[in-house]
């Protein structure tokens, strides 16, 4: 057997064995009664269902995993792969659509594989537990917004890579990768105002309180705020949140209406004060600058690879292709990009301690942070005691124990 296939069914099936048991593990760690630090805000019944939540939410990643890495596991066992290229190929174009129908081939057939989990997500998990507010419209409309970008943004950049590795030789890699950057730098500064109100509304927090209280910590913590918007979370769920989107003057602070509606002043204070401390921390430039890094190395990678015959024999194919060769590549790279994930959620977790600190420190009310991201545990019923596996495999956040227990560490 072609040593090329052995290492990528080996990596696959690794990858589900291991989120799998991370699952198991996690669920199988809830404790049965509410954990003394939440006593006050979680009731028995809140926290049953919590459980009931987790357990609902492992159940359903475990069989969309399960699912997707059989699918993918058939397609290359069966020739699945080497059939579409011949199937692409026999249209008859010339090389670079035939990759870009190849590459979106996949692409499409990947999304529509777990299309039906997503539906059952949303429709199923989250409904029964009362956070779901999608209409089907709104899902239906989410998807082909994402598909029209897809193309639009997505088809012009890999025709990019494709011809960059036809004509670039030995340096294509380096050209790639500068490509890539750019385009991603571009799409991240144009996010806030292009991107993103197409799924959500965005509105300008309205003069009052709120605002004033906000600008005041703006001035105390000399922190020039770009905008603060609140966007309308509720269109699809009951969940809560803030988050930070943009760079330079785009850079914009984006509150749930949820957080604005259910939380006191003080608590949205500290909120946006732990997103200050991401900017004022230089989190967003640090973290831009890992994914870039993260983008040179998968390129300086598959330059090893991509020409190789043992990797496109290995899926049935005649003759190797870049565009083929991409993808073989890409199911090679898993145990990278996992322990990439692992090391990026690692650096996040700490720099979410740093925030959190710098609200803290700015506020000077370490309590209402506190409080926030308790009555945000409730309201979006999270896990209060994560497996150490779980976290380590896909937690970008501290779990919120040992959030408050450092944050009452900061206090003393
Ligand atoms: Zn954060």
Known sequence: MNCHLVAVIAFLAGSWLLHTLSAILDVLRAPPRVPPEFADVFDPPAYARGLAYRRASARLSVIADTCGTGLLLAAILL?????????VRALGLSPLPTGLCYLGAVALAASLSGLPFDAWRTFGVEARFGFNKTTVATFVRDRLVGLALSVLLGAPLVAGVLLLLDRAGSAAWLWCWALVTLFSLGVTYVAPTWILPLFNTFTPLEEGRLRR?????????????????????????????????????????????????DHAEAEIVAVLAHEVGHAKCGHIRKGLAGSVLRTGLLFFLMSLFLDSPGL???????????????????????PISLLLGVAANWISRRREFEADRF???????????????????????????????????????PPVLARLRALAEFAK
Do not use: C
């Not at 020739?79 to 199937?87: C, M």
């Not at 906000?214 to 922190?223: G, K, S």
């Not at 409080?371 to 979006?380: E, Q």
């Open 312 to 334: 496109s024999e290995a899926f049935g194919m005649a003759q190797p292709t870049a565009y083929a060769g991409l993808v073989f590549f890409l199911l090679l790279y898993t």
């Open 213 to 261: 209280a906000i600008e005041t910590f703006a001035r105390r913590a000399e922190f020039e705020v770009g905008g603060i918007f609140v966007v309308d979370g509720s269109r699809r769920s009951t969940k809560s949140n803030a988050f930070f989107t943009g760079l330079g003057r785009r850079k914009r602070i984006a509150l749930f209406d949820t957080l604005v509606r």
């Open 359 to 397: 609200s803290a420190r700015t506020t000077g009310d370490p309590a209402a942070l506190a409080s926030a991201l308790k009555r945000l545990s409730v309201t979006n019923l999270s896990d209060l005691t994560p497996h150490p596996l779980t976290v380590w495999l896909e937690y970008g956040h």
């Open 79 to 87: 020739g699945g792969f080497a059939w579409l290229d011949r199937a």
